[in-house]
């Protein structure tokens, strides 16, 4: 830079020395005004001045050599350390959004932009910086050297920033085992992550697992006999004494069933696949002059629904007959009767005189829970069966079984208590599980045989024999004694086979505990085989109705 500002044609050093002070002051006010502080170009104009004051005031050789050695070493620090600022601008990350920026910066403090910078500078005439008191050759030099003084300073922040693009070969080589670090610790987290995440799913299963398993072998350890541990029920009252007497007159000839009431039997579920559910005990009181119904209702439907069904029927009855109602529930029946007063006591306060539930499971059944329970193993497989069973199979409602279980049971008994001055009778036995009862067949219909027409050799025309039937039998028996050793074994509870005896007591009802052993279909449906010297089912009905009508007269005298 030092040769553009000496000029051998130039006859006057001194004027030499001061224009060439004046240019150097130029070049440095332009780069004040154009550069904003590039203090590199300003160091480069500072050396250039002391070269020159070297060579004008130093008179001898070892002067200006010294002076020359020690601005080639300045020159050379400063090289390092632009160096130096390359390769630390490099490592930490400079890229061309830096270098936009920086360029920005400068352009909008300079007032030009990058389409703008080569026109100005190649519009700068030398007429601009020329010296009234100075040579045209001077003022010639002078100008060439301001304009390339002043294009290189400009654009030496361009290749300065842009040189931060160029990235040396040794940063390059830095840089893939960082990226390769870099990605090897993100794979590390992420598989952490996920680890982390299956353990957690595999903890929640676990639990589940545990959770389902304990509500399956809990089962309805804590839910048989609610009704009596609930504060604020009724207590029961023992009738088995009065019932048993009854039964013994009964046996004897004595009948005193009254006339003047109509005797609805209401059956349980699955009624409907049983043609002679409570067909012997209405034929029994049929003979001896009584009025007596059998609720056609739909025994698979829900509990509400018969309720309403029931309703219906009764008023029926009642204007019809002009007689209050006497109400027999066996099993679901039972549970259907008292969920009909419990609903519309309003409409049946003066047409029904009492109710008796037989084996019913009015505070809930183990079986109907066991079977449909949330929550423990295998629940959703269950009730599919279940409602395959149920809705396809016989035609029914889910709800009809859903309805008996001891959720459904404490909800529609909290919101919903019978009235307190109905008579009631609870009735509940135990079944017997010993090994002659599997072989004990239980009649459930007949089956009708059609007529068949047989050939009578010798005659003109063959005679016809009639149709027989035939008795159709199950092992319903055995299969009740088999649910109630599972529920004696699993919970320790006596049961007819499918309600315990806590269950079926109503709360301020009279209760008839008998010692005999009676499975849950003995009181519907007659044995194959029939001992003389024991009383039979239609003969235990006529006495709990007997107890019932007797309660009943307690009741109004106690009212009056």
Request: proline share 4%; glycine share 8%.
């Amino acid at each position: 830079m030092g040769d553009l500002f000496i000029d051998e044609d130039i006859p006057d050093t001194p004027s030499t020395s001061h224009q060439v002070g004046h240019a150097s002051s130029n070049c440095c006010y332009l780069e004040g005004d154009g550069c904003l502080g590039n203090q590199a170009h300003c160091d480069v104009v500072s050396n250039a001045n002391l070269l020159i004051d070297s060579f004008e005031f130093c008179s001898s050789l070892d002067d200006v050599i010294t002076h020359l050695v020690t601005l080639a070493g300045y020159l050379c620090q400063r090289l390092i350390g632009f160096v130096e600022n390359l390769v630390a601008q490099d490592i930490y990350g400079c890229s061309e959004n830096a270098f936009a920026h920086s360029f920005g910066s400068y352009s909008r403090s300079s007032g030009l932009n990058t389409c703008e910078f080569d026109e100005e500078v190649c519009s700068s005439s030398p007429e601009h910086y020329v010296d009234e008191s100075s040579p045209e050759v001077y003022t010639r030099n002078i100008s060439r050297a301001q304009k390339e003084l002043l294009v290189n300073t400009r654009y030496g922040i361009v290749q300065n920033s842009y040189c931060h693009l160029r990235i040396p070969f040794i940063i390059q080589g830095l840089m893939l085992p960082l990226f390769g670090f870099r990605l090897a610790w993100r794979l590390a987290l992420a598989s952490w992550r996920c680890s982390f995440y299956y353990i957690r799913c595999l903890q929640v299963y676990v639990r589940s697992i545990k959770s389902r398993l304990h509500k399956t072998l809990l089962g309805s350890s804590n839910d048989i006999g609610w009704l009596q541990r609930t504060p604020g029920m009724a207590p029961v009252e023992d009738g088995t004494a009065r019932f048993l007497e009854l039964l013994g007159k009964i046996r004897n000839g004595e009948h005193k069933l009254p006339n003047s009431f109509v005797y609805l039997l209401i059956p349980g579920l699955f009624s409907n696949h049983g043609p002679l559910y409570f067909v012997g005990t209405k034929r029994f009181f049929s003979k001896m002059g009584l009025a007596c119904h059998i609720a056609k209702i739909h025994s698979e439907a829900s509990v509400e629904h018969n309720a309403c069904e029931l309703k219906h029927y009764i008023e029926e009855l009642y204007w019809g007959s002009g007689k209050r109602v006497m109400l027999l529930g066996h099993s679901k029946g039972g549970v259907d009767a008292a969920a009909a007063l419990s609903l519309y006591w309003s409409d049946l306060k003066y047409k029904v005189a009492g109710l008796a539930l037989l084996q019913s499971p009015f505070g809930g059944s183990p079986i109907a829970s066991d079977i449909l329970r949330e929550g423990q193993i295998a629940d959703k497989e269950t009730r599919k069966i279940m409602e395959l069973i149920i809705c396809k199979l016989i035609k029914g409602d889910i709800r009809a079984l859903e309805d008996l279980t001891y959720d459904k049971r404490r909800e529609f008994i909290m919101k919903h208590q019978l009235p307190k001055h109905i008579p009631l009778i609870s009735f509940h036995t135990e079944a017997s599980i010993g090994p002659g009862v599997l072989a004990t067949m239980t009649q459930i219909a007949h089956a009708e045989l059609p007529w068949l027409p047989l050939p009578n050799l010798g005659a003109e025309e063959a005679q016809v024999q009639t149709g027989c039937q035939v008795p159709v039998v199950i092992p319903l028996s055995a299969a009740m004694a088999v649910s109630a050793l599972h529920l004696q074994l699993r919970y320790g509870e006596e049961s007819d086979g499918l309600v315990t005896r806590r269950d079926a007591e109503v709360p301020g009802s009279v209760v008839v505990r008998p010692d005999r052993k009676l499975d849950h279909a003995w009181m519907v449906y007659s044995s194959g085989r029939k001992n003389p010297n024991e009383p039979d089912c239609n003969e235990m009905c006529e006495a709990l109705l007997t107890m019932l009508v007797d309660l009943g007269k307690i009741k109004e005298e106690s009212v009056k």
